[in-house]
């Protein structure tokens, strides 16, 4: 694969060990950098498993001193690695729950050298068992819902695991901070 700066984004929300687990396998498949959003998860609790992802893993931890959301946790994300790896073409984000495996994110790393301008996301098959019925309800629906919207079909429309171009990163950012001119 391509030697090009991709880091794997990680908001975690009082994570477990799975998300140790998760990093233990990134740095065993050398996939980094890492940067993890603690979107406010209890310090007292949690403060020693976010210390044991920089100490062990090298991961980046941007912390929230409240719980903002996925949303804001990956737009700091995105904003602090459009800063500081000014290389990048992308980033690929991923959940701290452990749902998703270096051979997946490998796949979707790869993609993105490929179509460098596209977002590409990494769908679950909700036709496979284990899946809760109210998660495959859920996303079946707002999935039928989004291509009646916009004409595009997507099969999970909740997924964590995604590649996203710097200039859409950008693109995300511009909307939620619109410049103002002076008159």
Known sequence: MENKTIPIIIPAYEPDEKLIKLLSDLKASELKPVVIVDDGSD??????????????????????????????????????????YPDMIGVITADSDGQHTTTDITRVKRELLENSDALIL????????????RSVFGNKTTSKV???LT?????????????????????????????????
């Open 151 to 183: 004409g595009v079909k997507v099969t999970d429309t909740q997924t964590g695991l995604r590649a996203i171009p710097a200039g859409f990163m950008r693109c995300s950012l511009s909307l939620l901070f619109p410049r103002f001119r002076r008159v």
């Open 43 to 84: 310090k007292d609790t949690y403060g020693q498993l976010f210390e044991t992802a920089k100490s062990e893993y090298g991961a980046v931890v941007l912390r929230h001193a409240v719980n903002m959301g996925k949303g804001r946790a990956l737009k700091d994300a995105f904003n602090y690695c459009l800063n500081e």
């Open 146 to 148: 989004m291509g009646v």
């Open 122 to 133: 990494g769908c679950r098959n909700f036709d496979e068992g284990g899946i809760p019925a």
